[in-house]
């Protein structure tokens, strides 16, 4: 466990850790400023997806961007969320079942929201197709990329979980105070900072291991 990314990886936890404890501590009103849609927080997540993007474009060649183009485009769609392009140049957003079947939404916008949705199925697929038993695999020997892979997954789970919480628990009778919501808006934002970093440690790992 001496690898130099798990060091990566105890300090990213730990700087996300205590950037949350922060968020937190400042409270609703004084945080609103870090937690909005055009706050540092979020701006930072977005702007490390096309990072990750960029350097994987730089540093892996045409070779990469063909061999492994849906990892391009599943990252490349990360950020365009994080910058909220998914309900922004439409109706609303392509990412509800509603957005189909509403009358209101106009036929083309329909047809770029199912455009993009393949490409999002198409890059899922491929990444578990050709990754997902070598993942699993590795994980049982610490590799520091199936580790850095697994807390990427831990991370887009469970902030897609606690993202609007208190709209999830009320169908289910479940009434959340705003400190709550606040707590696990704050929580949901900060998680989702760390992916684009640890996405950009894994490809840094497995270039070296190609290389070196």
Same mark, same amino acid.
Not at 17 to 26: E, G, N, R, S
Not at 147 to 156: A, E, P, W, Y
Not at 190 to 196: F, K, Q, R, T
């Given at each position: ?179 709550? $919501?606040?707590?696990? $808006? ?27």
């Amino acid at each position: 466990m001496t690898n130099i990314y798990f060091r990566i990886y105890a300090i990213l936890s730990l700087s996300l850790i205590l950037l949350a404890a922060f968020v937190v501590y400042l409270g609703p009103t004084e945080a609103k400023s870090l937690l909005g849609e055009t706050g540092p927080i979020e701006r930072a997540s977005a702007l490390g997806y096309f990072l990750c993007v960029g350097y994987m474009l730089l540093a892996g060649g045409r070779d990469f961007a063909k061999r492994r183009a849906y990892i391009i485009v599943l990252v490349t769609l990360f950020g365009c969320r994080e910058l909220d392009f998914d309900k922004r140049f439409t109706t609303m957003g392509i990412l509800r079942s509603r957005f189909y079947m509403s009358s209101e939404v106009p036929l083309l916008e329909k047809l770029v929201g199912l455009i993009v949705i393949a490409l999002l199925l198409w890059a899922v697929i491929n990444i578990v197709k050709n990754h997902l038993t070598s993942t699993l695999a590795n994980l049982s020997k610490l590799n520091e990329r199936a580790v850095g892979v697994l807390m990427i997954f831990v991370l887009l789970a469970v902030s897609k979980s606690i993202d609007g919480l208190a709209r999830k628990l009320k169908p289910l009778g479940v009434e959340t105070s705003q400190q709550v $919501s606040f707590l696990a $808006s704050s929580v949901e934002e900060v998680m989702e900072l760390g992916v684009p970093i640890l996405m950009i440690a894994v490809f840094h790992s497995w270039r070296r291991s190609r290389t070196g």
